[in-house]
């Protein structure tokens, strides 16, 4: 039985190296009461990731410096993260590229561009999945 959860208990790393993109959905977000960490990079994400601990990661897969399958891979692997869900959120939306996404961990996979409502409903479907 899931449990619902209340959007300002939920805290979001929302992982995008773009900043239009990123301040688009965050601000989204944060209008809707989520608790909201942004990073550009996989190293911010991965640093964010553990010193703040989210409840769930938006992650784009096209990073600048480490790409978002490694990011996956390196949160799956840590005892610290590894029970976060991830969501990617990329361009990459070939079968072949959801599968590789899902093997390096990341839990779900939305294709961009994505509607701001559409993306809540993922968050709230990767909480009800591990609650």
Not at 55 to 77: S, T
């Amino acid at each position: 039985m899931s449990r619902t959860i209340e959007a300002r208990s939920v805290r979001v790393l929302f992982v995008e190296d773009n900043a239009g993109a990123r301040e688009g959905y965050v601000t989204y977000l944060t209008g809707r009461d989520y608790a909201v960490m942004a990073a550009a990079t996989g190293h911010e994400a991965l640093m964010l990731a553990s010193s703040w601990a989210p409840d769930v990661i938006v992650l784009d897969l096209g990073l600048p410096d480490i790409d978002g399958w490694e990011v996956a891979r390196r949160l799956k692997a840590s005892e610290q993260t590894a029970l976060i869900p991830i969501i990617a959120l990329t361009a990459a939306d070939l079968p072949h590229e959801r599968v590789s996404a899902m093997r390096a961990g990341c839990d779900r996979h939305v294709a961009k561009p994505c509607a701001p409502a559409a993306l809540v409903a993922e968050i709230k479907r990767a909480i009800d999945h591990v609650a």
